[in-house]
């Protein structure tokens, strides 16, 4: 993918986040997530029901790259099983990390795969990631 398409896919994501915004009810794991060098804050609430994420949203204060990267992630993970969207949420990380990953299973995520070369971005394209992780970490324990 050339680098035009992935400022348009990430500008996309940005300007018309997928997903924003808290439902207030309803059997949602919650997680906060913060980066300590920035502003970035994403409250996340995801919905696994039979192995499936079904339903997932986020919201707050994030610069342009968290912020896409939490939209794309939701994005790509919505109608997965559990364990579809771990190796999903696996490979992204090796992918920031600059380590092998299979850039098949990422989807659109793949747009980020320049961000490991600027190091003090890949804390914002990780964060909502992150926050996905210890949601399908707490999402086990109640099984």
């Not at 050339?2 to 924003?20: F, G, W």
């Not at 499936?52 to 986020?58: C, E, G, L, P, S």
Request: hydrophobic share 35%; net charge negative.
């Amino acid at each position: 993918m050339d680098s035009k398409m992935k400022r348009e896919i990430i500008l996309q994501h940005y300007q018309n986040p997928k997903n924003k915004g808290l439902p207030e009810d309803g059997d949602f794991i919650y997680v906060n997530m913060n980066n300590e060098s920035c502003i970035d804050e994403v409250h996340l609430k995801v919905r696994i029901e039979n192995g499936k994420i079904v339903d997932a949203y986020f919201d707050g204060e994030a610069c342009a790259i968290c912020t896409s990267s939490t939209s794309i992630m939701i994005d790509t993970l919505l109608g997965k099983t559990v364990e579809e969207a771990k190796k999903i949420v696996e490979n992204f990380g090796n992918m920031i990390d600059e380590k092998d990953y299979d850039d098949e299973l990422l989807e659109q995520a793949i747009v980020y795969d320049d961000i490991g070369k600027q190091p003090n971005r890949k804390k914002c394209a990780l964060l909502g990631w992150w926050g996905m992780e210890k949601v399908l970490e707490e999402h086990e324990k109640t099984l």
